[in-house]
Protein backbone atom coordinates (compact mmCIF):
# COMPACT_ATOMS: atom_id res chain seq x y z
CA UNK A 1 0.00 0.00 0.00
CA UNK A 2 1.32 3.12 -1.44
CA UNK A 3 0.97 6.35 1.05
CA UNK A 4 2.30 9.97 0.30
CA UNK A 5 2.22 12.67 2.46
CA UNK A 6 2.50 16.47 1.65
CA UNK A 7 3.49 19.35 3.53
CA UNK A 8 5.05 23.00 3.29
CA UNK A 9 1.61 24.82 1.99
CA UNK A 10 0.99 27.97 3.04
CA UNK A 11 0.20 31.69 2.49
CA UNK A 12 2.38 33.72 0.76
CA UNK A 13 2.58 36.95 -0.50
CA UNK A 14 2.43 37.21 -4.49
CA UNK A 15 6.19 37.40 -5.62
CA UNK A 16 7.16 34.80 -2.75
CA UNK A 17 8.61 31.55 -2.24
CA UNK A 18 7.31 27.75 -0.69
CA UNK A 19 9.00 24.62 -1.20
CA UNK A 20 6.78 21.05 -0.93
CA UNK A 21 7.70 18.41 0.50
CA UNK A 22 6.25 15.08 -0.27
CA UNK A 23 6.95 11.31 1.11
CA UNK A 24 6.17 8.30 0.06
CA UNK A 25 6.04 4.87 1.67
CA UNK A 26 5.37 1.80 0.23
CA UNK A 27 6.69 2.39 -3.10
CA UNK A 28 9.25 -0.46 -3.49
CA UNK A 29 10.46 0.43 -7.16
CA UNK A 30 13.24 2.28 -8.61
CA UNK A 31 11.24 3.30 -11.38
CA UNK A 32 8.15 5.44 -12.73
CA UNK A 33 7.57 8.97 -11.64
CA UNK A 34 6.73 11.26 -8.86
CA UNK A 35 4.98 14.76 -9.90
CA UNK A 36 3.18 17.66 -8.43
CA UNK A 37 -0.10 18.48 -9.61
CA UNK A 38 -2.54 21.53 -8.29
CA UNK A 39 -6.62 22.19 -8.18
CA UNK A 40 -8.21 25.04 -8.23
CA UNK A 41 -11.54 25.94 -6.83
CA UNK A 42 -13.46 24.92 -10.00
CA UNK A 43 -10.81 24.10 -12.02
CA UNK A 44 -9.19 20.77 -13.17
CA UNK A 45 -6.57 18.98 -11.63
CA UNK A 46 -3.44 20.25 -13.70
CA UNK A 47 0.01 19.23 -13.69
CA UNK A 48 2.87 21.22 -12.85
CA UNK A 49 5.98 19.19 -12.78
CA UNK A 50 7.25 16.06 -12.85
CA UNK A 51 10.62 13.84 -11.84
CA UNK A 52 11.16 10.55 -13.41
CA UNK A 53 12.64 8.40 -10.31
CA UNK A 54 15.61 6.47 -12.48
CA UNK A 55 17.07 8.93 -14.43
CA UNK A 56 16.02 12.10 -13.22
CA UNK A 57 14.59 13.66 -16.10
CA UNK A 58 12.11 16.26 -15.28
CA UNK A 59 8.95 17.81 -16.81
CA UNK A 60 7.62 21.24 -16.45
CA UNK A 61 4.05 22.86 -17.03
CA UNK A 62 4.50 25.98 -19.40
CA UNK A 63 3.13 27.63 -16.68
CA UNK A 64 5.78 27.36 -14.13
CA UNK A 65 8.51 26.65 -16.53
CA UNK A 66 11.58 29.10 -14.64
CA UNK A 67 9.71 29.37 -11.68
CA UNK A 68 8.96 25.58 -10.02
CA UNK A 69 12.06 23.09 -9.54
CA UNK A 70 11.19 19.74 -8.93
CA UNK A 71 13.92 17.37 -6.70
CA UNK A 72 13.84 14.19 -5.28
CA UNK A 73 15.94 12.57 -2.70
CA UNK A 74 15.91 8.69 -3.90
CA UNK A 75 17.38 7.60 -0.36
CA UNK A 76 14.10 9.00 1.36
CA UNK A 77 11.63 8.31 -0.99
CA UNK A 78 10.94 12.04 -1.36
CA UNK A 79 10.15 14.52 -3.82
CA UNK A 80 10.72 18.56 -3.67
CA UNK A 81 8.93 21.55 -5.63
CA UNK A 82 10.69 24.79 -5.26
CA UNK A 83 8.42 26.97 -5.98
CA UNK A 84 9.24 30.88 -6.58
CA UNK A 85 8.25 34.04 -8.07
CA UNK A 86 4.22 32.62 -7.07
CA UNK A 87 1.70 34.71 -8.22
CA UNK A 88 -2.29 34.03 -7.91
CA UNK A 89 -2.55 31.59 -10.80
CA UNK A 90 -0.98 29.14 -8.32
CA UNK A 91 -2.91 29.47 -5.59
CA UNK A 92 -4.58 25.73 -5.27
CA UNK A 93 -4.38 22.34 -3.32
CA UNK A 94 -1.32 20.46 -4.21
CA UNK A 95 -0.92 17.65 -4.88
CA UNK A 96 1.52 14.55 -5.19
CA UNK A 97 1.26 11.35 -6.82
CA UNK A 98 3.18 8.47 -8.01
CA UNK A 99 2.90 5.87 -10.06
CA UNK A 100 5.07 2.94 -11.55
CA UNK A 101 4.78 3.53 -15.03
CA UNK A 102 3.97 6.79 -15.68
CA UNK A 103 2.69 7.12 -20.02
CA UNK A 104 1.98 10.41 -19.20
CA UNK A 105 3.75 12.92 -16.89
CA UNK A 106 1.97 15.26 -16.26
CA UNK A 107 -1.15 13.86 -16.97
CA UNK A 108 -3.49 12.83 -13.89
CA UNK A 109 -5.06 10.21 -15.28
CA UNK A 110 -1.80 8.52 -15.50
CA UNK A 111 -1.14 8.46 -12.00
CA UNK A 112 -1.94 5.62 -9.40
CA UNK A 113 -1.28 6.38 -6.10
CA UNK A 114 -2.36 10.06 -4.55
CA UNK A 115 -1.54 12.21 -1.72
CA UNK A 116 -4.17 14.04 0.25
CA UNK A 117 -2.83 17.66 -0.65
CA UNK A 118 -1.53 20.69 0.87
CA UNK A 119 -2.74 23.96 0.10
CA UNK A 120 -1.14 27.50 -1.37
CA UNK A 121 -2.78 30.36 -0.69
CA UNK A 122 -0.85 33.50 -2.97
CA UNK A 123 -2.49 37.03 -2.02
Known amino acids: HVQLVESGGGSVQAGGSLRLSCSAS????????MAWFRQAPGKEREGTASIFIRTGSTYYDDSVKGRFTISQDKAKVTVYLQMNSLNVEDAGMYYC?????????????????WGQGTQVTVS
Open 26 to 33: GYTYNTGC
Open 97 to 113: AVDRYCPAPLAPHGFEN
